[in-house]
């Protein structure tokens, strides 16, 4: 079975600083999709970027930035100038041949004013 | 915009109650999916289906059952609630890729049931 690993269960930023959140990921795959997804306390699962595989370009979504190394399996997310509407559960998600996602087990992001 | 709405976001039942939760999404989306989630645990899926009146089973489908009897309607059934049920339930859907589509999942805003 494929599994997604994110190795920080919580995680704290500064108000304004930069954080880096971590996934791996295994896959004997070559093209793929990756996501990040977010969770606010109480509301709605959205997905905040996605990674095609076999785009070699870091996806970019305004202060959200991927660093995604193939040949290592790893997605990292950066928070650039955090914000407290940042704090979160944030999830790694990886599809597979079904069309299903396998998600890793989250990380909780705490932004402190 | 994609919505996906689910019936409950608060619930409250009795163990051996029948329980049905009920995901409809508006964007004619072929596949979705019931996933439960749990703290420490992530979201473990439970069934998912890919048509009209298909389903598969997930990780985690024991108690469990689920009905498709149109594209926009995907419900779970719990049989017989058990308090070890209790726990936050979200629905999903997607256009899968391969049609077109990339496997993004949108969610429900998540069901809470407790068992008591």
């Known amino acids: ?113 | 915009d994609v919505k996906v709405t689910q019936s409950s976001r608060y619930l409250v039942k009795r163990t051996g109650e029948k329980v049905f939760l009920e995901c409809v999404q508006d964007m004619d989306h072929e596949n979705m999916f019931w996933y439960r989630q749990d703290p420490g645990l992530g979201l473990r899926l439970i069934y998912f289906s890919y048509d009209v009146k298909m389903k598969e089973k997930g990780d985690i489908p024991e108690g469990y059952s689920v009905s498709r009897e149109k594209k926009e309607r995907f419900s779970l059934i719990l049989e017989s609630a058990s308090t070890n049920q209790t726990s936050m339930y979200l629905c999903a859907s997607t256009i899968p890729s391969g049609r077109g589509g990339t496997d993004t999942q949108y969610f429900g805003p998540g069901t809470r049931l407790t068992v008591l």
């Open chain 1, 1 to 113: 079975a494929q599994t997604v690993t994110q190795s920080q269960p919580e995680m704290s930023v500064q108000e304004a600083e930069t954080v880096t959140l971590s996934c791996t990921y295994d896959t004997s795959e070559s093209d793929y999709y990756l996501f990040w997804y977010k969770q606010p306390p109480s509301r709605q699962m959205i997905l905040v970027i996605r990674q095609e595989a076999y785009k070699q370009q870091n996806a970019t979504e305004n202060r959200f930035s991927v660093n995604f190394q193939k040949a290592a399996k790893s997605f990292s997310l950066k928070i650039s100038d955090s914000q407290l509407g940042d704090a979160a559960m944030y999830f790694c998600a990886k599809n597979n041949a079904g069309n299903m996602l396998t998600f890793g087990g989250g990380t909780r992001l705490m932004v402190k004013p």
